[in-house]
């Protein structure tokens, strides 16, 4: 699967000399008592497919209603476009936001749904037509144009809602949980189509999701987001293989993780963390000592029948399996107790498995498979 | 079995409107169609066992009907329903001539739309013109021999109207203020909207006689303010009345707007902020057309029970004032003429089933659509 722009060079935040388009400077916004957002500092660069990540209340719609200009921070300055936009009005804004309702005019057509932005920028009756059939044409919705919201699809009320947002060309799109209401099948498609769009309009995309697969196909970038704090911003692989925190790491797809303590050898560094368990061997090359956390996904971990030779191996019984077509999860219990999620994939047939419930077996992963977590 | 259980299901309603409006109306109808006499009840027995059905069929008059001008009345009814149509007919096809293929502004709306009425109304006064040539004798049916009932209803229609426009003025407000407050107020402002009609009708009407009279507590407030000299004279005036109706009819009008904007999406008005409106053409470009149902609704709550209103026009109105709704009081009560009082109600119901079937088609599209 593709997870990064065409141009796979384009890395604008790795370059300091980069102006951002936008650029959350010590930003809070408290509700009452409540702090939504915990000075927050982040930029996002142009041309980019920014993700907001995060589970429900952690303050990612707040971070997009800012944008858009529904809610003014409570302290801090947020700057568009080399603009402090805090005394700019939401309709003066360059900015157009896709609601996760979608909030289609329900008493407008399509073509009506997608020319009323450009009819409020006071624009010429033939450019707003052309601009219109431009926007149905990128979208796919011809056959649609003169029906009205309610006689359509969900899937092409999602695309109405995309063409009106971006009708006006606007410097940022603001997309709020843009595909939470399709069925999977059809998210999967639209996930590509989102990308093919951001990618032939050159608009810089900002969406908020609480779902980590969407977020890690889109977006160029995901901020996963906590309590009002940013946890950590950067690529979906990054994310994935070198989370900063157990947080993302338990948030970001599916983890192991063991408590242990660390000690440095010539390697690298080795964790003792259970009970008549051997040390874990890893070449992590970070300085962390004493308490902290590996943490290990369940694909880099091979399950077998006997005992193989590997930086790491781990003895148990296998509990439970969970076969999913492609892949088994396999939960391995250790002496200690532990459970230990291990994935493989089902490229032999199921009858021809060594093992099966309750059948002692050998975990293996090598010493650069898992990473060293303080916290 | 299954035919038995529809039946049973479908009657009790079919019963209900057979008792309580079929057999009333078919009374006052047939009292219409007698001749009035001096005598208990009121009116010539029409049917008379030993001349049999057909004696009646043919002694029937409508002679109560053309006292009270029911010809002009009629005539003017489908005058107007006539324009309607003609409206709906012209104002589509010419607003998209104006417009083209999107909805044009305001200002193409407006045009196109007196453009439909004047088009209309040449077409309405040429087809009358056109009739009268034609049919002379069709002026007979039109023909008023007595002005009195004939300006009661167009008089009792201006007024139904107008206080419908200042209730819709007044309660749309109401409504929008109603469904922006906070979610935890909503029930108790609906309390409050509901609570007068924990009263009797007629006392607060009548209580209104307390605050609008010359010495009533209003003229007494205004003149300790400094405000007027001269008591004002608001009792026993139209104002009075149009006072009295937007006060009673207030919720009728206020409960359906405040149910369909308070279904309205708040992300819509938000929407359309995002995309260069301001709050007002916001207001107007989503909030209004999207409270049509129950602005329509809410009218014809107000416009229906207006039209026939007696007891406000009684209680607060004056001699001037003129409903027919209270000609018809008049009538039966004080002239005792049950045959002519029973014509004006028969017309004045057949007035009321034009907003009461548009009303009914109203409420059938906003199912339809789901609002």
Redesign the interface.
């Given at each position: 699967m593709n997870t990064q722009t065409i141009d796979s060079n384009f890395a604008p935040w790795e370059n300091a000399e980069e102006t951002p388009l936008i650029d959350f400077q010590n930003v809070t916004k408290r509700f009452g008592e409540f702090t939504a957002i915990d000075n927050l500092n982040l930029k996002i660069y142009e041309r980019e497919f920014f993700a907001l990540l995060g589970p429900s209340g952690c303050g990612k719609t707040t971070l997009m209603r800012m944008l858009a200009g529904f809610e003014n921070p409570t302290e801090g300055t947020i700057i568009l476009d080399g603009q402090d936009i805090a005394p700019v009005p939401p309709n003066k804004r360059s900015t157009n936001m896709m609601f996760q309702s979608y909030a289609l005019f329900p008493h407008l057509s399509v073509a009506d749904n997608i020319a009323f932005g450009l009819k409020r920028d006071g624009m010429a009756k033939g450019d707003v037509d052309a601009r219109v059939d431009e926007m149905i044409r990128l979208v796919q919705l011809g056959k649609f144009a003169k029906r009205k919201p309610d006689q359509i699809s969900g899937g092409q009320r999602q695309r109405v809602a995309l063409a009106r947002a971006l009708a006006r060309a606007p410097k940022l799109l603001l997309l709020d949980e843009p595909l939470g209401a399709l069925d999977k099948k059809l998210r999967q498609e639209t996930q590509f189509e989102l990308m093919d769009i951001q990618e032939s309009t050159g608009t810089t995309f900002v969406i908020v999701t609480h779902d980590q697969e969407e977020a890690m196909t889109v977006a160029s970038r995901v901020a996963v987001m906590d309590h009002g704090k940013l946890v950590q911003v950067d690529t979906p692989d990054r994310i994935y293989e070198n989370p900063n925190s157990t947080y993302v790491a338990d948030f970001i797809g599916d983890v192991n993780i063991l408590k242990g303590h660390a000690s440095k050898t010539d390697a690298g560094c080795t964790i003792a963390w259970g009970e008549g368990q051997p040390e874990i061997n890893t070449s992590c090359g970070t300085e962390l000592r004493g308490a902290v956390h590996y943490a290990i996904r369940p694909e880099k971990i091979a399950v077998s029948a006997d005992k193989p030779d590997a930086a790491n191996v781990l003895k148990g019984t296998v509990l439970d399996i969970a076969y999913l077509g492609n892949i088994s999860t396999y939960y391995v219990k250790l002496a200690t107790g532990e459970v230990i999620k291990a994935q493989a994939a089902n490229n032999r047939r199921i009858s021809r498995r060594s093992f099966t419930w309750e059948d002692e077996v050998y975990l293996s992963f090598t010493d650069t498979a898992g990473v060293v977590l303080a916290q | 079995m299954n035919i038995l259980r529809r039946t049973a299901l479908i009657l009790p309603p079919y019963l209900w409107l057979l008792m309580l409006f079929l057999i009333p109306f078919a009374i006052v109808f047939k009292i219409s169609l007698s001749e009035y006499a001096l005598a208990i009840p009121r009116y010539m027995p029409q049917y008379d066992p030993e001349t049999g059905i057909w004696h009646l069929i043919t002694q029937l008059s409508f002679e109560n009907y053309r006292l009270i001008g029911a010809g002009a009345v009629i005539a003017v009814l489908s005058g107007i329903a006539l324009l309607a149509a003609l409206i709906f007919l012209f104002y589509p096809r010419l607003r998209s001539a104006f417009s083209?293929?999107?909805?044009g502004s305001l200002s193409d709306r407006l045009a196109a739309f007196l453009l439909g009425l004047a088009a209309a109304a040449v077409l309405v006064i040429l087809g009358t013109i056109a009739l009268s040539w034609f049919f002379p004798s069709l002026s007979g049916f039109v023909e008023l021999q007595d002005h009195l009932y004939y300006t009661a209803y167009l008089s009792s229609l201006k007024i139904a109207l107008f206080s419908t426009c200042l209730t819709l003025a007044v309660g749309f407000p109401f409504a929008w203020a109603m469904a922006r407050s906070p979610a935890q107020y909503r029930p108790m402002l609906m309390m409050l909207v509901i609570l007068p009609f924990w009263t009797s009708f007629l006392i607060r009407v009548y209580a209104w006689r307390g605050i609008l009279s010359q010495t009533g507590y209003l003229n007494q407030i205004l003149m300790a303010l400094g405000i007027i000299d001269e008591p004002l004279v608001i009792l026993n005036t139209n104002i009075a009345v149009y006072i009295g109706i937007v006060y009673t009819y207030l919720p009728f009008m206020v409960l359906p707007i405040y149910a369909t904007l308070e279904k309205l999406?708040e992300?819509?008005n938000?929407?359309?902020?995002?995309?260069?409106?301001?709050r007002t053409?916001a207001f107007w470009?989503?909030t209004v057309?999207?409270s049509?149902p129950g602005v329509i609704a809410g009218c014809f709550l107000v416009f229906i029970p207006a039209l026939g209103e007696y007891v406000i026009p009684e209680l607060l109105g004056g001699s001037n004032t003129l409903m027919i709704g209270k000609v018809l009081v008049e009538e039966f009560e004080k002239n005792g003429d049950w045959p002519v009082a029973s014509a004006v109600a028969v017309i004045l119901l057949l007035i009321l089933i034009i907003p009461i079937v548009l009303f009914q088609r109203n409420q059938q599209k906003n199912q339809e659509?789901?609002l």
């Open positions: - | 083209g293929e999107t909805d999406d992300s819509l938000e929407a359309a902020i995002d995309l260069g409106c301001t053409s470009l989503v057309p999207l049509r659509a789901g």
